[in-house]
């Protein structure tokens, strides 16, 4: 009987994770121009959904709840005291870094209580920056999973914040922070992507329904208690981070206009775009952007400054077909820019979210590279962008295009983006053992959360030296020889190149087998190798491998056994699946020599299919059980 095969190549999951260290600067200090394009003249569960559609894509590892205290260093620091961080319910200044669990030490609160859904602890609603506060272990304990409304008994220790049976009252000066929060979760998570649905109630003992109260009392938290300059930055900081901002923070008056009966303002002021897109400090920047539902005699001026506060410049904007346009003078020697555009119409004011950009004075990768065999800017300080296109546990490579010299290795264990960042740095040029990197990162900015990557360069591997130095390269070849020792040898038609099997991927490849692989080109001491990425096998050994795995006896009644040639690696797991690909057991590979015995006696006659894990592969096989 002819009994068929297929077989499945397992996805390859890089793990990274994120620690800000508050020696890093970052640039970005607001939302980014164009951030909110599509909110224009929305309200209700329309405005909702467009939200949610900019915000749902946020980075998320599972490692970002217990990394949460690194970024609290930041985005709720004490302004007045280096390596303190503010307790949410009790304002007081705290070691940033003393965890634990007896009065005195810290906890990350959830503010949108985990148990209110039961978030799994490798979601990203329970890792979620924007939704964890620091506090004091004790106060974290007595807030327990209580909703949010009036409540009548002063904490002990809290100052200002209350609570009672059923709620917990935060002080004044952060109600609506955590009001904002609340909203911010109930947008961000709609239950797409397999994620809960997370909704506001107006009333209180919710839990365990994925809800959070009191929304009317929440609501009037939102309005008593405006952002203020340690929320923005807390917002930025995770925006930096995490890829995504709490939309509640930079216009607050969009939960009136979602929760509330507060309509979409008669004049919209949207589709904003800026040029040059990311600019140097002496450059002009002209803002454009479409005002809808104004009559003819109106007025449209950009006002601007130098911080978000402090807005006090303004310029004309010109309508030029149906945009209107305005240049903002440059601004030698300034950080950033904010913006907002304000609409005159018929005597009332309409205002645009402010908006900033970021002046980047950097060379090219290229020019750090050179076209010798070290940087001929070696020893100074440079400022650069790129997009990372691999991720090692101290660094990671930028790259900004495909052409000769324009990967760079960046040694960096303060920040650790994610494939396919876009970033602006500052850091020293330096020569690794003839590696150029650069180092001592001053600057750190996320320019676009997911950027296209540079393709893979098929290059021979004789050619592989200085020209690609740090680029994403790939290669086809036969595995020469494999010492052991993290390092093996791949040789195609043209010579041979070195394969390191690195602290994300590796394998062990088999001596005569072929390869595809994919990574990025790095050097040590005038050894070259490739930093492993991803790697295929030859289709042609695969089937080899699955036609050289047997099952017999097929059809059996009882038993069957599967066999593997002793020149292959024994197999880590086998299934036993029904036809709907059901997992009905698994059993492990025991040291029996090549031959493996599964007994099916308690499964009724039909059809099974038998999943056999090989390395990276899986292989099916199909089985009947007869009568």
């Known amino acids: 009987m002819n009994i068929s095969m297929f077989y499945i190549k397992k996805s390859t999951i890089f793990v990274t994770f994120l620690v800000f260290c508050c020696l890093t600067f970052f640039k970005v200090s607001a939302q980014p121009t164009g951030y909110y394009n599509g909110t224009e003249g929305l309200s209700g569960e329309s405005l909702k959904t467009v939200l949610h559609d900019i915000i749902d894509d946020h980075y998320f590892h599972e490692n970002w709840y217990s990394d949460a205290k690194y970024t609290f260093l930041q985005s709720d620091a004490d302004p007045n005291q280096a390596g303190n961080i503010i307790d949410v319910y009790s ?176 004049v919209t002021i949207g589709n904003f775009s800026q040029n040059p897109n990311m600019p140097a400090a002496d450059d002009a920047v002209e803002i454009s952007c479409i005002v809808e539902g104004a009559s003819d005699n109106v007025s449209v001026k950009i006002w601007w400054g130098n911080t978000y506060s402090a807005l006090q410049h303004s310029v004309d904007m010109i309508l030029d077909g149906t945009q209107w346009k305005g240049t903002i003078p440059p601004q030698t020697g300034e950080d950033a820019v904010f913006y907002q555009v304000q609409v005159v119409n018929n005597g009332e004011t309409f205002s645009s979210v402010v908006y900033n950009y970021a002046f980047f004075n950097s060379i090219s990768i290229s020019e750090i590279q050179g076209t010798g065999s070290s940087s001929p800017y070696e020893g100074q300080i440079v400022s650069t962008i790129g997009v990372v296109t691999a991720v090692l546990s101290n660094g990671y490579y930028l790259q900004e295009g495909e052409n000769l010299h324009c990967g760079i290795f960046v040694y960096d264990y303060q920040n650790h983006p994610t494939i396919g960042n876009k970033l602006f740095i500052t850091g020293r040029v330096s020569e690794y053992h003839q590696l150029t990197e650069l180092s001592n990162i001053s600057e750190f900015t996320l320019l676009s959360p997911i950027a296209p990557i540079p393709d893979a360069l098929a290059i021979p591997a004789a050619q592989l030296g200085e020209d690609y130095e740090s680029m994403k390269i790939s290669v086809q070849g036969i595995c020469k020889e494999n010492s052991g020792n993290g390092y093996w040898l791949l040789e195609d038609e043209s010579g041979t190149i070195f394969i390191h099997n690195n602290d994300f991927y590796s394998i062990n490849p088999v001596v005569g087998n072929s390869y595809s692989l994919t990574g990025i080109l790095s050097v040590y001491d005038s050894r070259w190798f490739i930093e492993l990425y991803s790697y295929s096998v030859n289709i042609q050994e695969l089937a080899q491998i699955a036609e050289a795995i047997n099952i017999f006896p097929n059809p059996t009644q009882d038993d069957f056994y599967i066999s593997i040639p002793t020149t292959l690696e024994l197999p880590q797991q086998i299934d036993v699946l029904d036809v709907y690909g059901k997992t009905l057991r698994s059993v492990s590979w025991e040291d029996t020599g090549s031959k493996f015995h599964v007994n099916i006696a308690d499964l009724p006659s039909g059809l099974y299919l038998i999943r056999i894990y090989h390395n990276d592969y899986q292989f099916i096989k199909k089985i009947i059980k007869s009568k």
Not at 97 to 106: A, E, K
Not at 140 to 161: E, K, M, V, Y
Not at 220 to 248: C, H, L, T
């Open 91 to 266: 304002g007081n200044s705290m070691n940033g870094l003393t965890y634990g669990t007896q009065q005195g030490t810290l906890n990350r609160e959830h503010v949108w209580a985990k148990s209110h859904g039961a978030f799994p602890e490798n979601s990203p609603m329970y890792s979620d920056h924007h939704n964890l506060k620091p506090c004091e272990a004790s106060i974290n304990q007595d807030r327990s999973n209580l909703d949010f409304d009036w409540s009548s008994i002063p904490h002990p220790t809290a100052t200002g914040s209350k609570y009672d049976s059923d709620s917990w009252e935060p002080r004044d000066a952060v109600k609506g922070d955590v009001a904002r929060i609340i909203f911010y979760m109930a947008t961000r998570y709609e239950g797409t992507n397999g994620e809960l649905d997370l909704e506001v109630a107006d009333w209180v003992n919710t839990y365990p329904m994925p809800k959070h109260g009191k929304l009317s009392t929440l609501f009037a938290w939102n309005i008593s208690d405006p952002p203020d300059d340690f929320e923005r930055n807390r917002n930025n900081v995770i925006y930096a981070e995490q890829g995504n901002r709490n939309p509640f923070i930079d216009h607050p008056d969009w939960v009136s206009m979602i929760w509330g009966t507060m309509p979409a303002p008669s």
